[in-house]
């Protein structure tokens, strides 16, 4: 968990720095070329990806000839979706009738042979819990790929210093994986080991890709519907918002992944790691999502400047559907370990079914606006299908997780309508204004944790190593 957070984390940081100096050397329209072509190379890696890297971590025990088979698996779709993309280049582009988006996707492509070429390792290390060297392989390329952008985007190559971005950072895990790593592949492809696999593994495959197309389908119906620029401030605020709701959840989540598999047959254990997971998780990312609702604007301007103004509005929505997308991975992952991958595909069609439907819809009907009231219907509807197919195979009943994050919940609501309505009406400076709420909306917050100690709280007391623990004394 130490080694995830830090490799989260320091990733996070570098993220951030990177937005912070691009957004003001690039433009939302070099953001918006580039959040056009993602639904192609997401679609593109769910392919090469074909569900089994889940499908190794699932299987107790994989073989050399389990991983072989799939390390060529990939390879050879990586083949198959580059040439697709290739050749599809010239009308995606006439699609948007933008002509730089064909030499773009050729070169942004190449990530897709990066990507084959470790998959397998990094499930391995996954696998073996290792995430020692997956944090410091993450955090070599992160530093790398920003001080390479950064200097692109100075020099003036515009949206090119994204794609080169894009590459640094698949080919630097890469190489290190490869030499740094002992575990080959044989020159074998065995029908048993991918005829097991692909039991499990297509259903995953099938739901990572319905997944990621109805993710990234908004991006192509808004740079479709509206212009580039439109796309880039709602991708801006997208990223944002994700680095909140997905970066604590996905440091708890890819660590307990591997361990729900190892216990998948002692259902009340497992019971009592995803209440703890799902408990630890909302009670730190809901007052960050709420805190960020309430200084969006000072928030977006001192770190992005004024160009990026348009942003804002869609941020504090895109938050609000955060709550609800933090606390879905640990529930999705407890199914997915049990094995019920079929299961999940056929859920995962409803979800994304009325998950599309609203967002499509609201487009459709009232614009942007009824795009992002969508959002908010897909997040929480996927959330409540999620806990209750927790509820029916594993046990943990929906109303007792429900009741778990209730206090969170409640409290978090409370103070940031205390710390909203208290400060908002004063008229005061925009960072003074800001600075504020979030003053009160901490002392609310961490005064309840102090006074009433909620379960919540000790949970996440419990993941914090005791030397770092200096409010408690030697007694305690």
Same mark, same amino acid.
């Given at each position: 968990m130490v080694w995830t957070t830090l490799q989260k984390y320091s990733k996070m940081f570098i993220q951030f720095i990177s937005g912070i100096v691009l957004a003001r050397l690039l433009t939302p329209y070099d953001y918006g070329c580039i959040g056009m072509l993602s639904i192609f190379m997401v679609l593109a890696e769910a392919f090469i990806d074909g569900g089994f890297g889940s499908a190794l971590i699932q299987k107790k025990q994989p073989t050399q000839a389990d991983y072989s088979t799939i390390f060529w698996w990939n390879l050879g779709m990586a083949v198959l979706m580059y040439a697709i993309l290739y050749v599809s280049a010239p009308a995606i582009s006439r699609f948007y009738d933008i002509p730089l988006l064909s030499d773009v996707l050729r070169v942004q492509g190449l990530v897709l042979f990066i990507y084959a070429f470790n998959i397998v390792q990094r499930n391995q290390l996954k696998k073996k819990l290792n995430f020692k060297v997956l944090s410091i392989v993450t955090i070599i390329t992160s530093v790398t790929a920003l001080c390479v952008t950064i200097f692109m985007a100075y020099k003036g190559y515009g949206v090119w210093a994204l794609v080169a971005q894009n590459l640094i950072s698949a080919a630097?895990?890469?190489?290190?994986?490869?030499?740094?790593?002992?575990?080959?592949?044989?020159?074998?492809?065995?029908?048993?080991?991918?005829?097991?696999?692909?039991?499990?593994?297509?259903?995953?495959? *099938?739901?990572?890709?319905?997944?990621?197309?109805?993710?990234?389908?908004?991006?192509?119906?808004?740079?479709?519907?509206?212009?580039?620029?439109?796309?880039? #401030?709602?991708?801006?605020?997208?990223?944002?918002?994700?680095?909140?709701?997905?970066?604590?959840?996905?440091?708890?989540t890819q660590v307990t992944y591997p361990l729900y598999a190892e216990v998948q047959d002692n259902k009340k254990v497992l019971i009592n790691m995803i209440k703890r997971m799902t408990t630890t998780i909302s009670y730190i990312t809901f007052p960050l999502l709420f805190i960020l609702m309430l200084t969006a604007k000072p928030l977006f301007i001192l770190l992005y400047s004024d160009k990026w103004i348009q942003s804002i509005p869609y941020f504090q929505v895109l938050c609000f559907a955060?709550?609800?997308?933090?606390?879905?991975?640990?529930?999705?992952?407890?199914?997915?370990?049990?094995?019920?991958?079929?299961?999940?595909?056929?859920?995962?069609?409803?979800?994304?079914?009325?998950?599309?439907?609203?967002?499509?819809?609201?487009?459709?009907?009232?614009?942007?606006?009824?795009?992002?009231?969508?959002?908010?219907?897909?997040?929480?509807?996927?959330?409540?299908?999620?806990?209750?197919?927790?509820?029916?195979?594993?046990?943990?009943?929906?109303?007792?997780? *429900?009741?778990?994050?209730?206090?969170?919940?409640?409290?978090?609501?409370?103070?940031?309508?205390?710390?909203? *309505?208290?400060?908002?009406?004063?008229?005061?400076?925009? #960072?003074?204004?800001?600075?504020?709420?979030?003053?009160?909306?901490?002392?609310?917050?961490?005064?309840?944790?102090?006074?009433?100690?909620?379960?919540?709280?000790?949970y996440f007391l419990s993941i914090i190593p005791d030397k770092f623990r200096f409010w408690r004394t030697e007694k305690q």
């Open positions: 630097i895990p890469a190489i290190i994986f490869w030499f740094f790593i002992k575990w080959r592949p044989i020159l074998t492809f065995s029908r048993q080991s991918f005829k097991e696999l692909f039991g499990f593994g297509f259903y995953m495959f *099938l739901i990572h890709l319905i997944d990621r197309f109805s993710r990234q389908l908004t991006g192509l119906v808004i740079g479709k519907v509206y212009n580039p620029a439109t796309l880039g #401030y709602y991708s801006k605020a997208f990223g944002t918002e994700k680095l909140a709701s997905h970066t604590i959840s996905s440091i708890m955060g709550l609800a997308v933090c606390l879905q991975a640990s529930n999705l992952q407890a199914i997915s370990a049990i094995g019920k991958s079929r299961t999940l595909f056929m859920w995962t069609i409803v979800k994304r079914t009325v998950g599309l439907g609203a967002m499509l819809g609201g487009l459709v009907l009232f614009g942007m606006k009824g795009l992002l009231a969508g959002a908010i219907i897909n997040a929480w509807f996927a959330y409540f299908v999620n806990i209750f197919l927790v509820s029916k195979h594993i046990g943990y009943k929906w109303s007792q997780q *429900l009741s778990a994050i209730a206090p969170v919940a409640i409290v978090s609501t409370l103070a940031a309508c205390i710390a909203f *309505l208290s400060i908002h009406y004063l008229g005061l400076n925009m #960072y003074l204004d800001g600075i504020l709420k979030l003053i009160i909306y901490l002392l609310i917050y961490i005064g309840w944790s102090l006074i009433f100690k909620p379960e919540a709280y000790t």
